[in-house]
């Protein structure tokens, strides 16, 4: 076993565990080389249309971004998806231990779910200010029952100052709340403040290699970043205990199962997971 009895009580309890160095930091390196290609394409087009002049090529990856593009970073999105399906996306989801505690925590085989975001967030952008909500707000009222963990991956240190992830210990057992859109720039949905018991939001300043694991009915939001001069890189990605119902954003294929361990069935290759996209 990977979860000490603490870890698996403290997943049940309050629906979210802090894993230290969950995954390696080639790994994590992987991931950041294939989002700075995508930061290579905005800046690109920014360039062809004569919105930026210097390119920044010698810039870090956690600069980059908001030194080049600035406010023009808005236009792409405040997360991203078909764009960033690479191969390094795919081998994170299979990092151990990782994947170990998955499976500890579904009890079943480990299962790839569809929905990962890349997000940059920039400082004191409003775009990418995600407030208090469920996955499940977002799977539909057929994932409720459902155990579809995530993992929020920093690819950047992150703390309260540059807009790391808080959650509400124990949110998880409240079931399914509603959610509704406001008059927002992310267009985020969430729920009402009111609902939150404040006694009980936790912050999790995290290192890189770390994972934070949630379930997805667990309330949780990152904050506005107000630090000036870098950006909070970060991933999240789903598993989904094996046979439930993953909710409404799932492969169009009905039949697709992403396998990412099994004693019984193959494991699904890069190839066919890519095929997806
Ligand atoms: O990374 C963020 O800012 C928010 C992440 C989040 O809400 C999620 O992974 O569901």
């Not at 603490?6 to 894993?19: F, M, S």
């Not at 994170?92 to 940059?120: Q, S």
């Amino acid at each position: 076993m990977i979860l000490s009895e603490e870890q698996a009580k403290q997943w049940e309890e309050d629906g979210y565990l802090l894993l230290k160095q969950a995954i390696s930091l080639p790994i994590i390196e992987g991931v950041r080389q294939l989002f700075s290609k995508m930061v290579d394409r905005i800046i690109s087009e920014l360039k062809s249309e004569g919105l930026v002049e210097d390119e920044g090529k010698n810039l870090p990856f956690e600069t980059r971004l908001l030194k080049v593009a600035g406010t023009h970073a808005n236009r792409f999105g405040r997360s991203w998806r078909n764009q960033v399906a690479g191969k390094a996306v795919y081998e994170l989801h299979h990092a151990e231990p990782l994947v170990t505690a998955i499976g500890e925590i579904t009890g079943t085989d480990v299962i790839g779910h569809p929905v990962f975001n890349a997000r940059p967030k920039l400082p004191n952008q409003q775009l990418t200010v995600v407030p208090w909500h469920q996955d499940s707000g977002y799977f539909g009222a057929q994932s409720e029952s459902a155990l579809i963990p995530a993992a929020w991956i920093p690819l950047v240190p992150v703390d309260e100052t540059n807009g790391c992830l808080q959650v509400v210990a124990g949110s998880h057992k409240i079931g399914l709340l509603n959610h509704h859109t406001e008059d927002r720039e992310g267009q985020f949905l969430e729920i009402l403040d009111s609902l939150i018991d404040e006694s009980q939001i936790i912050t999790c300043p995290m290192e890189m290699g770390d994972a934070l694991l949630f379930h997805n009915l667990t309330l949780h939001r990152s904050t506005v970043h107000t630090t000036s001069n870098m950006i909070r890189w970060a991933i999240d990605i789903r598993y989904v205990r094996d046979d439930d119902d993953a909710g409404a954003i799932y492969w169009k294929d009905p039949d697709f199962k992403w396998v990412i361990r099994s004693q019984t069935k193959p494991i699904t290759p890069l190839d066919a997971w890519l095929a997806k996209w």
